[in-house]
C-alpha cells in the first residue's frame, strides 16, 4: 500500500486556547467538533453524499440494464450473476491496488471500485423481484391484450419496485461505508479526516467522522424508505 | 331461459360464436396431446361451461381462443374469422378474460384495473369513468364511490371477483373466456357470484366459454356443457338436461356422480311444474310444507322430505299457487323439464 497513503498531516493543530477536553484527547470534544465543523466534517461529508450518489446511480443503471437483459434471455442470468459475485466478493482495498495502474489515484479508481460493489446486490434485486411477479397477474395482463412493453412497464416493473427499492438500500448503506475507504486513494470523502485521525491519534476527529458516516447511512436509507413507500401506496393498504 | 337465436341481444349485428375445428394442442416434450381434435361451436350469446378432470385440457382449450397457447392443428374461428388470421394481441382485446384469484393487478385501485383494456384502446377518460361506474354497478359493488379507490388487498375474495368480471368486461367485448373465476370462493359466496353473473351474461349476452371443474356449476350455469376426458377428449356436448338424462358413456355417467338424478331435478323449479300441470288441484290439507315458486325441484324434494310430507305447498309473495305431489317432484311431467331447454340446441 505504500504508494497510496496520502495519510500524515499533524492533526491537532495548535489553535491556542484548546480547551480541556481537546488537551486531554477526550473521546469526543463538542467543541472542537462545532469549531472544525466548516473545514474538516463539512466538505469531506459533501464529498462522500457525492461519491455515494454517483456510485450507486451508475450501479443501478447498469445492475438495472443487466437484471432486464438477464430476466429476458434466462441462460444469460448465471453468467451475469456470477460476474457480479466475482466484483462483489473482491476486497476493496485489492480492487483499489489493481485499478491504480490504470487509473491513478483518482475519484474514477474509486468510483469504479465503488459501483463494483453495488452491481451484485441491485442486479438481484431486479431479478429477484421481477421473478416474483404472480404468474396469474401476468398471465391475464396478457390475456387482456398488454404487448411486452406494456406488461413491464405496468405490471412488472411496479411490482418489482418493493425489492428493488430494498436492494437499493442495502447497497446505499455499504456504499457509505467502503467509501470511507476511499481515503486511501484520494483526500476525499469521510474516510480521510478518519485516516488522518488514525495516523495521529486525536479522537474527536474519528469519532466524529465515524458517527457522520453512520448518521448519512440512516438518513440515505430512510430516504428511500420514504421514496419507495410514496412509489408502493398499495402496500401500506392493508385493511 | 336459453338464449335463444330471437334474444334481440344475441342477435345483435354481429356474430360472434366461437367455433372449436379440429383443434389439438400436443405441448413440446409431451407424447400425448393435451386436447385431442376437439370439434365444438358455442352459439353467439351462448354459456357453454367446459368440465373434466384435472388435466384434461379445459385451460388449454381457453387460451387457445386468446392465443395464450399455440394451436398445433386444427382452427378456431371467432364470428367466422380465423384467430390466426388476427394479431395476437389485437385478438386479446376483444375477449374478456377472467381467472381463479381474479388475476387482479394487486398495484391498481378497483378502477385503474377497471381501465386497464380501456386505456389501452385509448378510450378517453370521461368514457372510461363512465363505463367503470356503469360496470360496478353492474357487479353490485356500491356505492360505486366507496369501491373506486381501494387496492385489491382490501377487498374479499368475492368481492376480487366482481372486480375481475367487471374488468373483463370493460371494453364491452363480444366473447368472454373464465377460467375457474369461482374457484377460490367459499360455497355460499360462490353461490352469490354465480346468480349475479348468470343475471349480467343474461343482460349482456356475451358468447362465453368458461371452465369449471364443478359439475354442479356447470348445471347451473350453462346452455350447454363440453365433457373433456383424460386425454383432451370430448365426452360429450350438450345440454345440461340432456347430459343428465342420457349421458354419453360410462366416463360421463361416472363424472356426474351417483346423485345425477337429482342434480337432474335442480333443473326444473316447482312453478314450472305447476304449470305444466294445468290442472291446479287445491287439497285442503294444510299441514303440507310450504315451499316458494323459484325452488327448485332437488330443494322441494328435501323440504318435503325433512317434514316428512307427501307434498308441498308452493307459495308466491305469500298467496298459495298450487300444490306439487312427492309423485310430481320425483318424476315431472316431461313438459316441465323441456321448459328450461326449449330450443333444441344439438349440433
Ligand atoms: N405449458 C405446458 N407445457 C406442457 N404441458 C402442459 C402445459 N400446460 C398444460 N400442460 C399439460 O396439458 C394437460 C392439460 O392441461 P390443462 O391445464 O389444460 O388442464 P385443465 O383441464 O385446465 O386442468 P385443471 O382442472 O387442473 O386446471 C395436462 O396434462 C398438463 O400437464
Ligand atoms: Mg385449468
Redesign the pocket.
Known amino acids: 500500500m505504500s504508494g497510496i497513503a496520502p495519510a500524515g498531516d499533524p492533526v491537532i493543530p495548535d489553535y491556542g486556547q484548546a480547551s480541556e477536553c481537546v488537551i486531554n484527547n477526550g473521546p469526543f470534544c463538542g467543541d472542537w467538533f462545532v469549531d472544525q465543523w466548516a473545514t474538516v466534517f463539512w466538505p469531506p461529508l459533501v464529498d462522500h453524499i457525492y461519491m455515494v450518489i454517483i456510485a450507486v446511480v451508475i450501479g443501478f443503471v447498469i445492475a438495472f440494464a443487466a437484471a432486464l437483459i438477464a430476466y429476458r434471455k434466462r441462460w444469460l442470468a448465471g453468467p451475469i450473476g456470477i460476474v457480479a459475485t466475482f466484483l462483489y466478493t473482491l476486497p476493496p482495498l485489492a480492487l483499489f491496488q489493481l485499478l491504480v495502474p490504470f487509473t491513478g489515484l483518482t475519484l474514477l479508481t474509486v468510483e469504479i471500485a465503488l459501483v463494483c460493489f453495488t452491481l451484485v446486490i441491485i442486479f438481484q434485486a431486479v431479478l429477484a423481484g421481477l421473478a416474483a411477479v404472480p404468474e396469474d397477474v401476468k398471465r391475464s395482463a396478457i390475456g387482456m391484450g398488454l404487448n411486452q412493453r406494456q406488461l413491464m412497464v405496468k405490471v412488472e416493473l411496479p411490482l418489482a419496485l418493493p425489492s428493488i427499492i430494498s436492494g437499493l438500500r442495502i447497497a446505499t448503506v455499504l456504499t457509505v461505508s467502503v467509501a470511507t475507504i476511499a481515503a486511501f486513494v484520494v483526500d476525499s470523502g469521510l474516510g480521510s479526516p478518519i485516516l488522518k485521525a488514525v495516523s495521529s491519534p486525536f479522537n474527536t476527529q474519528f469519532i466524529g467522522a465515524g458517527a457522520l458516516a453512520v448518521l448519512l447511512a440512516f438518513v440515505l436509507d430512510g430516504l428511500l424508505v420514504i421514496v419507495g413507500r410514496v412509489l408502493t401506496p398499495w402496500m401500506r393498504a392493508r385493511v | 331461459m336459453t338464449h335463444s337465436s330471437t334474444d334481440p341481444k344475441t342477435t345483435s349485428t354481429t356474430n360472434s360464436s366461437i367455433v372449436f375445428d379440429h383443434v389439438t394442442k400436443l405441448y413440446p416434450g409431451q407424447n400425448a396431446p393435451a386436447l385431442d381434435s376437439l370439434d365444438i361451436e358455442v352459439k353467439s350469446g351462448e354459456l357453454v361451461c367446459l368440465v373434466g378432470p384435472s388435466g384434461g385440457g379445459?385451460?388449454t382449450a381457453l387460451q387457445l381462443v386468446n392465443r395464450l397457447v399455440d394451436l398445433s392443428s386444427g382452427d378456431i374461428r371467432i364470428g367466422d374469422r380465423s384467430i390466426m388470421d388476427i394479431p395476437a394481441i389485437e385478438l386479446r382485446r376483444t375477449i374478456g378474460y377472467a381467472i381463479q384469484q381474479s388475476g387482479l393487478f394487486p398495484h391498481y385501485t378497483v378502477a385503474e384495473n377497471i381501465a386497464i383494456v380501456p386505456n389501452i384502446l385509448k378510450w378517453d377518460k370521461s368514457r372510461t369513468t363512465r363505463r367503470t361506474v356503469e360496470l360496478l354497478e353492474l357487479v353490485g359493488l356500491t356505492p360505486v364511490d366507496s369501491w373506486l379507490g381501494r387496492y385489491p388487498s382490501q377487498l374479499s375474495g368475492g368481492q376480487q371477483q366482481r372486480v375481475g368480471i367487471a374488468r373483463a368486461l370493460a371494453a364491452d367485448p363480444p366473447v368472454m373466456l373464465m377460467?375457474?373465476p369461482f374457484g377460490a370462493l367459499d360455497p355460499i359466496t360462490r353461490m352469490a357470484v354465480q346468480d349475479e353473473f348468470l343475471e349480467i351474461h343474461r343482460a349482456v349476452g356475451k358468447t362465453t366459454l368458461f371452465?369449471t371443474h364443478d359439475i354442479d356449476e356447470a348445471i347451473k350455469m350453462a346452455d350447454r356443457i363440453a365433457i373433456l376426458k383424460p386425454g383432451g377428449k370430448l365426452a360429450q356436448y350438450d345440454t345440461p338436461a340432456e347430459v343428465l338424462t342420457h349421458p354419453a358413456d360410462e366416463f360421463v355417467a361416472e363424472f356426474l356422480g351417483a346423485e345425477r338424478g337429482l342434480k337432474r331435478l335442480a333443473l326444473t323449479t316447482v312453478a314450472e311444474v305447476l304449470v305444466a300441470k294445468a290442472e291446479p288441484e287445491r287439497p285442503a290439507e294444510s299441514d303440507l310444507p310450504k315451499v316458494e315458486a323459484d325452488v327448485t325441484l332437488r330443494e322441494a324434494l328435501s323440504v318435503v322430505s325433512a317434514a316428512g310430507a307427501h307434498g308441498a305447498r308452493v307459495m308466491e309473495r305469500g298467496s298459495h299457487l298450487g300444490d306439487v305431489t312427492l309423485h310430481d317432484l320425483v318424476d315431472p311431467p316431461a313438459n316441465a323439464v323441456d321448459a328450461r331447454n326449449g330450443e333444441g340446441v344439438g349440433l
Open positions: 379445459k385451460t377460467d375457474e371452465v
